[in-house]
């Protein structure tokens, strides 16, 4: 039995931990790196980034280091999340599981998002930074495509490749951001070198038409752009014999080195020439847009104030697509919906109502049934909100889908009523949606609310006390009037859609309200739950799993109360009589309930 791991593990592998017995599947290889390959990895409710390693030393090197930050940085939750070996055809496969990050590189976010992101994302990015300086470590290499940028232009570090403890030689940079390369110091870990890589940064992303020139002038001076065999520019390595790799296999790390004015003509702007197309972890999938890697008709316009591209054209899934085979499943299963069926969607624009859009469409196709985009525009968001009007009615025409947009007044709306913001809006909405399926012959009406949807609301209950029926949650369906109102991804977590996003090439909007801390729910989703994440990294699975235990629990207790009533209860007139010796002898579960 060998311990190398030089084969590509396929898709769909499940690998059982030999000593914590963790069971993860593997959905899809993120990258291969020096020394090891990451795959995206689903357990349970979660999805993570799980790095097999070529050699158990260097695998076991890496982990030690992110678990040493771990221990030192107590305040946020924890990146390196298991460490075990697994036999797989007659080998044992060293790993460890990371958290997954999505997003896009912090270059690409601010040539999307523009210059009102250059402080926040620089903030943001800097106050990282000093958490890994306060726990005695450099970051080393700082450059864009190790800085992942997600919604509300949250920052994340994806390569510890680089990281160094303080007054060591740096271990793995990339030049045009190193201050050695500008004779502006040494390669000595300290705070400082982190801050100068930031700057260099911060004028390449500012000078992007100066830079492409330079690029271009470096492509023409280069001998052979890379290839997917793993020829080409990688980064600078101070201490070839003890790489750290940390999670740097996240990206494809291609070649061997070539001299150093080259690799800094190669590295202008901090990106490596004729990368691998092979996709970056979460590389693509936020920041309010994506791009598709099956070309069918390209799109890239400005739709007044937001900025979208992506490919739009006829749905095509990928036949053995997971996500799409379970969701085709539930359907059938759960919902009981059928051929011929007719399914009217509520869709935002978003990524979790654009995934179910193209998930819907996507069964609808095979299943001979019909989907019916309903778009609510509420007026709150001005042109952005307007784009996102565009962006599901343009999605919806190519995709072949019937569109409704409904176009309301909500802040008059809200000054006439009196009523607050949220619940004005889910009124005038789900009416709305009623409308459409009553117009359209429609018995279902389906909308996007997601697994992680489901842990803030049981979180945001548990915090105000909630008896059993609040910690249900989010009903997978319900009574919508004569009507039914399914929640097809309620199983299904925010990773795994953005994931299918990117694989499918599914075009969304980003809600910049999303960011606005003073709405409790974003500021459960956004605080609480990352910091209580650093306590149990699966509390997200586990507060669904109660959702559903609490769910099973209260349509029991609700049938028994319905019969225990029947039999205490009798009519009065127009109304009912309860005689009180059945209150005081009930049992408390069934008095004393709350939402």
Not at 49 to 76: C, H, P, T, W, Y
Not at 103 to 123: D, I, Q
Not at 238 to 256: I, K, N, P, S, T
């Amino acid at each position: 039995m060998t311990t190398s791991s030089d084969a590509r593990v396929p898709a769909g592998t499940v690998l059982r931990g030999k000593w914590n017995g963790r069971s993860y599947r593997l959905e899809r290889m993120l990258g291969i790196g020096a020394n090891g390959q990451v795959y995206m990895a689903v357990s349970g409710l979660r999805t993570y980034a799980l790095k097999i390693g070529m050699q158990l030393e260097d695998l076991q090197a890496e982990a030690n280091v992110l678990a040493s930050l771990d221990r030192r940085e107590r305040k946020r939750p924890p990146f390196l999340l298991d460490v075990d070996d697994a036999e797989w055809q007659g080998r044992v496969l060293p790993f460890y599981v990371m958290q997954y990050v999505p997003g896009v590189p912090v270059k690409t976010y601010l040539a999307e998002h523009g210059g009102a992101w250059y402080g926040v994302v620089g903030y943001r990015l800097l106050n990282r930074l000093a958490e890994l300086h306060a726990a005695g470590w450099a970051f080393g290499d700082v450059k864009s495509d190790n800085i992942l940028v997600t919604d509300y232009g949250r920052v994340s570090l994806v390569d510890y490749g680089g990281m160094t403890a303080m007054g060591r030689s740096v271990r793995q940079f990339t030049e045009v951001y190193d201050r050695g390369y500008w004779s502006a110091g040494s390669r000595t870990a300290d705070p400082s070198y982190d801050v100068f890589s930031v700057a260099v940064l911060w004028i390449h992303a500012l000078d992007g038409k100066r830079l492409a020139a330079h690029d271009q002038d470096a492509a023409a001076a280069e001998p052979a752009p890379a290839r997917a065999d793993g020829a080409g520019p990688q980064p600078c390595r101070a201490e070839e014999d003890g790489r750290l790799d940390g999670a740097g296999a996240l990206r494809q790390v291609q070649g061997r080195p070539r001299g150093v004015r080259a690799l800094a003509r190669s590295h202008a702007g901090g990106g490596r020439r004729g990368r691998s197309r092979e996709p970056r972890q979460g590389a693509g999938v936020d920041g309010g847009t994506v791009r598709r890697f099956a070309p069918v008709v390209r799109v890239r316009r400005r739709v007044l104030a937001a900025s979208i591209e992506g490919e739009l054209g006829e749905v095509r899934v990928e036949a053995q697509d997971d996500l799409a085979v379970r969701v085709a499943g539930s359907l059938k299963d759960t919902f009981g919906i059928g051929p011929g069926a007719r399914i009217v969607a509520g869709v935002s624009g978003g990524p979790d109502s654009m995934a179910m859009l193209h998930l819907l469409q996507a069964a609808a196709v095979r299943d001979g049934s019909l989907v019916i985009a309903a778009h609510v525009n509420h007026g709150f968001r001005g042109t952005e909100s307007d784009a996102e009007a565009a962006l599901v009615r343009e999605t919806a025409a190519a995709w072949g889908i019937p569109f409704e947009l409904a176009e309301i007044d909500m802040p008059a709306y809200i000054e006439a009523t009196g009523m607050n913001a949220q619940a004005a809006s889910r009124e005038r909405r789900y009416a709305f949606l009623r409308d459409v399926a009553r117009r359209r012959g429609a018995k279902t009406i389906a909308v996007a609310h997601h697994a992680d949807d489901q842990a803030e609301t049981v979180l945001m209950r548990m915090l105000r006390g909630s008896g059993v029926t609040g910690l249900a949650g989010i009903p997978i369906r319900r009574a919508e009037e004569e009507l039914e109102l399914i929640r097809p991804l309620l199983r299904i977590t925010k990773g795994e859609l953005l994931a299918y996003n990117e694989r499918n090439g599914v075009p969304y909007a980003t809600d910049s309200s999303n960011v606005k801390t003073r709405y409790v729910r974003n500021a459960i989703r956004l605080e609480a739950l990352p910091y209580l994440e650093r306590y149990n990294p699966d509390l997200r699975a586990g507060l669904a799993r109660l959702a559903e235990l609490a769910s099973a629990d209260d349509e029991y207790m609700e049938a028994e109360a319905r019969r225990a009533l029947a039999a205490g209860a009798r009519r009065s007139g127009e109304g009912w009589r309860l005689d009180a010796r059945f209150v005081r002898g009930a049992s408390p579960c069934f008095t004393t309930q709350n939402d």
